[in-house]
């Protein structure tokens, strides 16, 4: 059958109406499907909204002004407006939503007047206005914000802002209720806090590691006396951790400590077996090599090197454990280092600590034997005499001596008992704290700026981490780490980075950064 010319049926009709949308101009079908919502009110550049349970999406692009009073949705969604390019006023207020996802207002570049007002808003996220470059005026009335770490950004922006803002009240923290956020004025202490993470793990055992800086290079000597080694790394600049420098190889070595004297660098290797020996850095090999021996009659099972400076002369001691030995002052004299000082004998000293007492030098001696003793340097003859001990303190594997606040302190270990801190009041060391300490090693003082830490090594638990509160005066439980058999804990800093070594004697050395952060974030 032919078809019909000019005729009106149906196909015919659909190519008329076709024909005719393709000649109405792309704008004016937008605003013909651009219909006002039931509960809002339209004009050819504003809508207002009251009651509404969603934002109007089908609109014109051209929209200037939107406004959306009592509405029952529960969020701002991000790039929620995105739609509405030439936005220039935004108002939202007197809804219900209780959350602002970060990028709500990304995309509204020409927006100048932007209101939140009684919106019941504790929180904005971090850096919202971002986007907004335009904005003039930000109402903020009827919200009280939670003045908190999280709230630091804001009070940041207001500082730098161009915008017109109306002041922002505070909920909380108590201290700032009723307050305007601008009046907070501690964010800078209390929105940072401090941790400590794992940078590197040294794939083997140690007992205790010692640090030196030398020609701008930063140094540590570590301990193994099953490896029969002294492992001597040294801070990468490049990788950014601490890498092989050298090994002084021994048998049981159980402590390695550096000297600087003038532009030499000596090591004090401590055995077990086979007699003590220093080692002294030589140029021309680029590595340590022997530079003398120490008396075996004098030292037979050293349990701790300490070293220290008297009248502008060099000194360490070596703490010896065993019944027969004598824990000895050594004195540097030009050539080389000769015994100086015999202690005492038959104490079993384990540990030998030198500290200044009101301008006067003295050395601490633990004992399995005894409570500490303190010997206190006598200047006409030119030795160490006994002066006075710590008493009620038996049973003390290791003393050390830190300050805090121009104040003297004392840490003392006890592997069975109470670990204590203890304070200089001008005539005697008196108990500050007690901590708990069964199956301790060790128990190490050190500070980093102004954040001073001790490191409680445990045998049969996690080790912890105290930190000094200033408030209290006391010592607070900061951190659990894990150190299978802690031994020694030493701090060390390069880069403008911290970082503390926790030596293990039946796992792996692990080395710990000092981070700040910014709880702002």
Not at 29 to 48: D, N, W
Request: proline share 4%.
């Amino acid at each position: 059958m032919a078809l019909r010319r000019g005729g009106g049926g149906a196909p015919g009709r659909l190519l008329l109406l076709l024909g005719a949308a393709c000649l109405i101009p792309p704008s004016a079908q937008v605003r013909r499907l651009a219909r006002c919502p039931a509960t809002c009110s339209c004009t050819k550049e504003s809508i207002i909204c009251v009651g509404s349970s969603w934002v109007p999406k089908i609109v014109p692009g051209d929209i200037s002004s939107l406004s959306l009073v009592n509405g029952t949705f529960s969020e701002i969604k991000d790039r929620m407006f995105s739609h509405l390019p030439s936005l220039q006023l935004l108002l939202l207020n007197s809804n219900s939503f209780t959350v602002i996802r970060d990028d709500a207002f990304a995309g509204l570049f020409h927006l100048e007047y932007l209101s939140l007002a009684n919106n019941h808003i504790k929180a904005l996220p971090r850096d919202v206005f971002s986007d907004l470059d335009s904005l003039i005026e930000l109402d903020l009335r009827g919200n009280k914000f939670e003045c908190d770490c999280k709230a630091k950004w804001l009070y940041l922006w207001l500082k730098m802002t161009n915008s017109t803002v109306s002041d922002v009240l505070c909920i909380g923290p108590p201290e700032y209720q009723e307050k305007k956020l601008n009046d907070v004025t501690s964010f800078d202490y209390e929105c940072t806090t401090t941790d400590f993470v794992v940078h590197q793990t040294l794939p083997y055992q140690s007992v205790s590691v010692d640090t030196f800086n030398s020609k701008n290079d930063v140094y540590v000597a570590i301990a193994q006396p099953s490896m029969e080694n002294c492992m001597v790394l040294e801070w990468d600049h490049i990788e950014m951790n601490f890498r092989s420098y050298d090994n002084i190889t021994g048998q049981s070595i159980v402590g390695c400590k550096a000297i600087l004297i003038d532009d030499q660098v000596f090591v004090v290797v401590a055995q077990l077996f086979g007699g003590s020996h220093i080692y002294r850095y030589d140029e021309s090999w680029t590595k340590f090599v022997k530079f003398q021996d120490i008396e075996v009659s004098r030292i037979s099972k050293p349990n701790d090197i300490e070293l220290f400076q008297i009248e502008d002369e060099t000194f360490f001691v070596i703490a010896d454990s065993s019944k027969a030995g004598l824990s000895t002052v050594y004195k540097w004299n030009s050539k080389g280092f000769y015994s100086y000082q015999s202690l005492h004998e038959w104490f079993r000293d384990t540990d030998a600590e030198f500290v200044e007492i009101d301008g006067k030098s003295h050395l601490i001696l633990s004992s399995r034997s005894q409570v500490p003793i303190i010997l206190q340097w006598n200047k006409s003859s030119k030795k160490f005499v006994p002066h006075s001990d710590i008493p009620n303190m038996e049973d003390v594997l290791a003393v050390k001596s830190f300050r805090m606040q121009n104040a003297l302190y004392l840490s003392l270990t006890r592997f069975i008992g109470d670990s204590r801190v203890m304070r200089w009041n001008s005539k005697q060391f008196v108990e500050v704290q007690a901590l708990p300490s069964r199956g301790a090693m060790t128990l190490q003082p050190f500070s980093f700026k102004e954040n001073h830490y001790l490191a409680l090594g445990s045998d049969y638990t996690f080790s912890q981490i105290y930190q000094w509160d200033k408030e209290k005066q006391l010592f607070k439980k900061f951190k659990e780490i894990y150190v299978q058999a802690p031994r020694s804990f030493t701090a060390v800093s390069t880069d403008r980075r911290d970082f503390f070594f926790a030596s293990s004697f039946k796992g792996k050395t692990k080395i710990f950064e000092h981070i700040v952060v910014d709880l702002s974030l």
